[in-house]
């Protein structure tokens, strides 16, 4: 077997295990690439695995931002999400940043079964590079031996797993290139971290900050273009936030 049809059949085989069986048999699942404007919808959707209907705020002003939150009782009377696209210099989204209400609050506000337990943030860019290779076929990931999705979604201080949305708003590696064997792999790295609305430690906080769970994806153009062998690795998203972001953003995380 050439090199080409071992690394086809891995990536095939491990989209079978990590993306289909979960596409097909969770209704949540995605069953089209949503598009910028609409990605944080799908997102909740997909991590949080609810059908309830919620509004998205779009910021195109960063500062803006990050003083938002994910509310339970938006303008409308509908929860309401928050969403920021990262850009290269040529206007290019290389990643999307999302803040989601988490399954805990749903569930206590609109009742049981409202939402399933949250899922990992990467759940969303594996269904992504599911539909990706649907539409592009496997001959696109010849560039790569694999797509490996890193596991660890808090990539600051082991010691310290708390984490607050100025620290999850820092600058981090998004994507970027590794070996074995030899051979190239992509590797996806997400960030993000929960607070559960009714968790103990974080009864004291602010409602705001509670009944969240925040998420960094790579947006579907980007890895396409990956895929395809046009992207420049690796690649970087966040912004060190001020000391006006840190005084007015406090809230608990944990993951």
Same mark, same amino acid.
């Given at each position: 077997m050439s090199l080409q049809s071992r690394t086809l059949a891995t990536i095939l085989a491990t989209l079978s295990a990590t993306?289909?069986?979960?596409?097909?048999?969770?209704?949540s699942g995605l069953t089209q690439i949503p598009t910028a404007q609409n990605y944080c919808l799908a997102a909740q959707r997909v991590i949080?695995?609810?059908?309830?209907?919620?509004?998205?705020?779009v910021? &195109? $002003?960063?500062?803006?931002?990050?003083?938002?939150?994910?509310?339970?009782?938006? !303008? $409308?009377g509908r929860p309401q999400i928050q969403q920021f696209n990262w850009l $290269?210099? &040529?206007?290019?989204i290389l990643g999307i940043s999302c803040k989601l209400k988490n399954t805990d609050h749903l569930n206590l506000t609109f009742g049981a079964g409202t939402a399933r337990p949250d899922l990992p943030c990467q759940e969303m860019n594996r269904q992504v590079l599911g539909l990706l290779n649907a539409q592009?076929?496997?001959s696109t990931f010849s560039t790569y031996r694999a797509v490996i999705f890193d596991p660890d979604e808090s990539l600051g201080n082991p010691e310290t !797993?708390?984490?607050t949305g100025p620290e999850w708003l820092k600058p981090y590696?998004?994507?970027?290139?590794?070996?074995?064997?030899g051979n190239q792999e992509l590797h996806i790295a997400s960030k993000g971290f929960i607070v559960e609305f009714s968790d103990p430690r974080f009864t004291k906080a602010p409602e705001r900050f509670r009944g969240v769970h925040y998420c960094h994806f790579i947006a579907p153009e980007q890895l396409e273009r990956l895929l395809k062998g046009s992207g420049e690795l !690796?690649?970087?998203?966040?912004?060190? !936030?001020t000391a006006e972001d840190i005084a007015t953003n406090t809230g608990p995380g944990a993951r």
């Open positions: 993306v289909g069986v979960n596409a097909s048999a969770d209704s949080v695995r609810t059908q309830l209907d919620m509004d998205l705020v910021h &195109e $002003d960063f500062n803006r931002f990050v003083k938002s939150k994910a509310i339970i009782n938006g !303008p $409308d $290269d210099t &040529e206007g290019q592009l076929g496997l !797993p708390g984490m590696v998004l994507a970027y290139a590794g070996a074995a064997n !690796p690649i970087s998203i966040g912004r060190n !936030p």
